[in-house]
Protein backbone atom coordinates (compact mmCIF):
# COMPACT_ATOMS: atom_id res chain seq x y z
CA UNK A 1 0.00 0.00 0.00
CA UNK A 2 2.22 3.32 -1.21
CA UNK A 3 1.12 6.69 0.03
CA UNK A 4 -1.80 7.72 -2.46
CA UNK A 5 -3.73 4.72 -0.47
CA UNK A 6 -2.76 6.01 2.71
CA UNK A 7 -3.94 9.67 1.05
CA UNK A 8 -7.29 8.24 -0.36
CA UNK A 9 -7.61 6.31 3.64
CA UNK A 10 -7.64 9.59 5.15
CA UNK A 11 -9.98 11.32 2.69
CA UNK A 12 -12.13 8.44 3.04
CA UNK A 13 -12.47 7.40 6.55
CA UNK A 14 -10.91 10.51 8.56
CA UNK A 15 -14.09 12.08 9.75
CA UNK A 16 -15.25 8.73 10.53
CA UNK A 17 -12.18 7.94 12.71
CA UNK A 18 -12.58 11.25 14.41
CA UNK A 19 -16.21 10.68 15.32
CA UNK A 20 -15.76 7.79 16.86
CA UNK A 21 -12.50 8.93 18.47
CA UNK A 22 -14.99 11.60 19.75
CA UNK A 23 -17.52 9.50 21.13
CA UNK A 24 -15.00 7.04 22.87
CA UNK A 25 -12.86 9.74 24.59
CA UNK A 26 -15.69 12.21 24.86
CA UNK A 27 -13.09 15.33 24.40
CA UNK A 28 -12.29 16.54 21.46
CA UNK A 29 -8.68 17.69 21.51
CA UNK A 30 -7.77 14.14 22.74
CA UNK A 31 -9.84 12.66 19.61
CA UNK A 32 -7.19 14.74 17.35
CA UNK A 33 -4.46 13.93 19.52
CA UNK A 34 -5.49 9.76 19.04
CA UNK A 35 -6.33 10.61 15.22
CA UNK A 36 -2.94 11.82 14.82
CA UNK A 37 -1.45 8.71 16.68
CA UNK A 38 -3.90 6.93 14.98
CA UNK A 39 -2.03 7.59 11.24
CA UNK A 40 1.11 7.78 12.77
CA UNK A 41 0.82 4.06 13.99
CA UNK A 42 -0.68 3.31 10.60
CA UNK A 43 2.51 4.95 7.88
CA UNK A 44 4.43 2.87 10.75
CA UNK A 45 2.78 -0.40 10.23
CA UNK A 46 3.02 -0.02 6.57
CA UNK A 47 6.90 0.24 6.38
CA UNK A 48 6.73 -3.63 7.70
CA UNK A 49 3.34 -5.21 6.31
CA UNK A 50 0.84 -4.75 3.55
CA UNK A 51 -2.84 -4.52 4.82
CA UNK A 52 -5.58 -6.14 3.11
CA UNK A 53 -8.53 -4.46 5.33
CA UNK A 54 -6.89 -1.05 6.05
CA UNK A 55 -10.22 0.74 6.98
CA UNK A 56 -10.26 -2.35 9.53
CA UNK A 57 -6.64 -1.94 10.64
CA UNK A 58 -6.78 1.55 10.74
CA UNK A 59 -10.24 1.25 13.31
CA UNK A 60 -8.44 -1.65 15.38
CA UNK A 61 -5.41 1.06 15.67
CA UNK A 62 -7.67 3.86 16.76
CA UNK A 63 -9.17 1.40 19.55
CA UNK A 64 -5.72 0.83 21.06
CA UNK A 65 -4.83 4.41 20.58
CA UNK A 66 -7.62 5.73 22.44
CA UNK A 67 -7.76 2.60 25.23
CA UNK A 68 -4.24 3.80 25.63
CA UNK A 69 -5.41 7.64 26.39
CA UNK A 70 -8.05 6.14 28.42
CA UNK A 71 -4.78 4.35 30.89
CA UNK A 72 -3.44 7.16 30.84
CA UNK A 73 -6.27 9.36 32.10
CA UNK A 74 -6.77 6.71 34.67
CA UNK A 75 -3.27 7.17 36.06
CA UNK A 76 -3.36 10.15 36.31
CA UNK A 77 -6.38 11.10 37.82
CA UNK A 78 -4.39 8.67 40.74
CA UNK A 79 -1.84 10.56 41.29
CA UNK A 80 -3.79 13.12 42.09
CA UNK A 81 -6.67 11.65 43.59
CA UNK A 82 -5.47 12.50 47.11
CA UNK A 83 -5.90 16.12 46.29
CA UNK A 84 -9.02 16.03 44.81
CA UNK A 85 -10.38 13.80 47.42
CA UNK A 86 -10.02 16.41 50.54
CA UNK A 87 -12.16 16.26 53.15
CA UNK A 88 -13.88 19.53 53.56
CA UNK A 89 -12.46 19.93 57.30
CA UNK A 90 -9.15 20.66 55.21
CA UNK A 91 -10.40 23.70 53.24
CA UNK A 92 -10.22 26.89 54.86
CA UNK A 93 -10.89 30.33 53.43
CA UNK A 94 -11.50 28.01 49.93
CA UNK A 95 -8.00 27.25 50.12
CA UNK A 96 -6.18 24.18 50.99
CA UNK A 97 -4.31 24.08 53.86
CA UNK A 98 -0.48 24.44 53.31
CA UNK A 99 0.75 21.30 55.03
CA UNK A 100 -1.17 18.88 52.54
CA UNK A 101 0.17 21.06 49.59
CA UNK A 102 2.92 20.66 51.10
CA UNK A 103 3.12 16.93 51.31
CA UNK A 104 1.39 16.48 47.77
CA UNK A 105 4.66 18.30 46.45
CA UNK A 106 6.83 16.59 48.80
CA UNK A 107 5.03 12.69 47.05
CA UNK A 108 5.37 13.81 43.53
CA UNK A 109 8.70 14.83 44.04
CA UNK A 110 9.86 11.92 45.52
CA UNK A 111 7.96 9.96 42.35
CA UNK A 112 9.92 12.24 40.17
CA UNK A 113 13.45 11.47 42.06
CA UNK A 114 12.63 7.96 42.15
CA UNK A 115 11.88 7.74 38.61
CA UNK A 116 15.27 9.77 37.18
CA UNK A 117 17.27 7.36 39.78
CA UNK A 118 16.23 4.33 36.99
CA UNK A 119 18.62 3.57 34.48
CA UNK A 120 18.60 5.22 31.27
CA UNK A 121 16.56 2.70 29.09
CA UNK A 122 14.77 1.26 32.42
CA UNK A 123 13.48 5.14 33.08
CA UNK A 124 12.82 5.09 29.10
CA UNK A 125 10.90 1.82 28.87
CA UNK A 126 8.89 2.89 32.49
CA UNK A 127 8.29 6.36 30.92
CA UNK A 128 6.81 5.05 27.69
CA UNK A 129 4.60 2.74 29.12
CA UNK A 130 3.35 4.50 31.82
CA UNK A 131 3.15 7.75 30.25
CA UNK A 132 2.43 7.99 26.90
CA UNK A 133 0.28 4.61 26.87
CA UNK A 134 2.16 2.06 24.64
CA UNK A 135 2.22 -1.96 25.06
CA UNK A 136 4.76 -3.78 25.91
CA UNK A 137 4.92 -4.81 22.23
CA UNK A 138 5.12 -1.06 21.35
CA UNK A 139 7.47 -0.21 23.43
CA UNK A 140 10.09 -3.10 22.56
CA UNK A 141 9.95 -2.02 19.14
CA UNK A 142 10.40 1.93 20.12
CA UNK A 143 13.79 0.70 21.85
CA UNK A 144 14.78 -2.20 19.79
CA UNK A 145 14.77 -4.90 22.42
CA UNK A 146 12.33 -7.56 22.93
CA UNK A 147 8.86 -7.30 24.83
CA UNK A 148 10.61 -9.78 27.89
CA UNK A 149 12.92 -6.84 28.74
CA UNK A 150 10.85 -4.34 28.47
CA UNK A 151 9.01 -6.26 30.79
CA UNK A 152 12.28 -6.89 33.13
CA UNK A 153 12.74 -3.09 32.76
CA UNK A 154 9.00 -2.34 33.64
CA UNK A 155 9.19 -5.11 37.19
CA UNK A 156 12.95 -3.46 37.77
CA UNK A 157 11.22 0.42 37.61
CA UNK A 158 7.77 -0.22 39.77
CA UNK A 159 10.32 -2.02 42.30
CA UNK A 160 12.35 0.44 42.45
CA UNK A 161 9.72 3.58 42.50
CA UNK A 162 7.78 0.97 45.32
CA UNK A 163 11.17 0.95 47.68
CA UNK A 164 12.01 4.46 47.04
CA UNK A 165 8.41 5.86 48.00
CA UNK A 166 7.61 3.39 50.54
CA UNK A 167 7.34 5.94 53.56
CA UNK A 168 4.67 7.84 51.40
CA UNK A 169 2.82 4.97 49.83
Do not use: W
Request: glycine fraction near 4%.
Amino acid sequence: MGAVSIDALHRSEDLNLRRYLLRVLGNPADAADAAQETYLRLIKALTTTDLEHPRLFLFHLAHNVATNIGKRRRFEAGLFRSMSELDLTEIEDGRVRTEVQVIARQQLRLVAAAIDALPPRCREAFLLSTFEGLTNGEVALSLGVSRNMVEKHLIKALLHIRRHCQDFF
